[in-house]
C-alpha cells in the first residue's frame, strides 16, 4: 500500500461548480498537510498548509483534515476556468523535511 | 524577490552520458530539497539539504545520483551514465529552515534519456 493514495481522476466540472478532491493515507505519524497546485510544464505552488485535525479557509478554498480517518480534501468553490491545473496533496511527519506526495489529480473546469 | 530557479529547463541526451542539474533556492531558505516527478506518478523525494550538508539522502535511487550544495546557495544533482528510467522532471524546492516550514518549488528540469 502506497503511503498517499489520490485518485488521478481527470475531474471535469462546469464553471461555477463546487470541485471536491480527497487523498487517503496509511501513515498515522502525519501531522502537517498540504495541498499544491501544479499547471502544465510548472513546478507545484503551495495552496494550503496545515496542521492536525479540522479545517482551514482562505479564500474560495477550503481544506479539511480528519486524521482519525487518516482522510484530507480540498474544496474549491465557485471554480474558474483558471483552477484548471493538477492538484497535489502532500504531507509529512513532524520534524521529518521529506514530502509524501499523491499521484496529483487533474481538474478541468469547464467555461 | 525570485522564487527558486532552476537550470536547464529541458534536457535531452543520450543513454550513458552524465548530466548536471542546478538549483537557485529562495534568497535566505537553509533548506533544499530534490524530488522527482515521473510521467503519471507522484513526486518521489530523492534528496535534502540543510546548509550544505546532507542529513537525509535515502530517497536517491542508486549510486548513480548525487548532489551537492554550495554554502545555503546554489545545488547541484548529477546523474552519471544516464538510463531511459532517468527520465524525469527533477523539481527543486527551498524553505526557511528545516521541520515545520512549507517548501517552494521551482518550474523543475524536464530530463529526457534518448
Known amino acids: 500500500q502506497k503511503e498517499v493514495e489520490q485518485d488521478p481522476g481527470p475531474l471535469s466540472v462546469p464553471e461555477g461548480a463546487i470541485v471536491s478532491l480527497n487523498c487517503t493515507y496509511s501513515?498515522?505519524?502525519?501531522?502537517?498537510f498540504m495541498w499544491y497546485r501544479q499547471y502544465s510544464r510548472k513546478g507545484p505552488e503551495l495552496l494550503m498548509y496545515?496542521?492536525?485535525?479540522g479545517n482551514k479557509e482562505d479564500g474560495r478554498f477550503t481544506a479539511q483534515v480528519d486524521k482519525s480517518s487518516k482522510y484530507i480534501s480540498l474544496f474549491i468553490r465557485d471554480s474558474q476556468p483558471s483552477d484548471s491545473a493538477t492538484y497535489l496533496c502532500?504531507?509529512?511527519?513532524?520534524?521529518?523535511?521529506?514530502?509524501?506526495f499523491g499521484k496529483g489529480n487533474q481538474v478541468v473546469v469547464i467555461p | 524577490g525570485a522564487g527558486v530557479s532552476q537550470s536547464p529547463s529541458n534536457k535531452v541526451t543520450e543513454k550513458g552520458k552524465d548530466v548536471e542539474l542546478r538549483c537557485d533556492p529562495i534568497?535566505?531558505?537553509?533548506?533544499l530539497y530534490w524530488y522527482r516527478q515521473r510521467l503519471g506518478q507522484g513526486l518521489e523525494f530523492l534528496i535534502y539539504f540543510q546548509g550544505n550538508s546532507a542529513p537525509d539522502k535515502s530517497g536517491l535511487p542508486s549510486d548513480r545520483f548525487s548532489a551537492e550544495r554550495t554554502g545555503e546557495s546554489v545545488s547541484t544533482l548529477t546523474i552519471q551514465r544516464t538510463q531511459q528510467e532517468d527520465s524525469a522532471v527533477y523539481l527543486c524546492?527551498?524553505?526557511?529552515?528545516?521541520?515545520?516550514?512549507?517548501?517552494?518549488f521551482g518550474d523543475g528540469t524536464r530530463l529526457s534519456i534518448l
Open positions: 496545515t496542521y492536525s485535525s
Open positions: 534568497s535566505g531558505h537553509t533548506a
Open positions: 524546492a527551498s524553505s526557511r529552515a528545516s521541520g515545520d516550514q512549507p517548501q517552494h
Open positions: 501513515n498515522s505519524a502525519f501531522q502537517y
Open positions: 502532500a504531507m509529512r511527519v513532524g520534524g521529518n523535511n521529506r514530502l509524501a
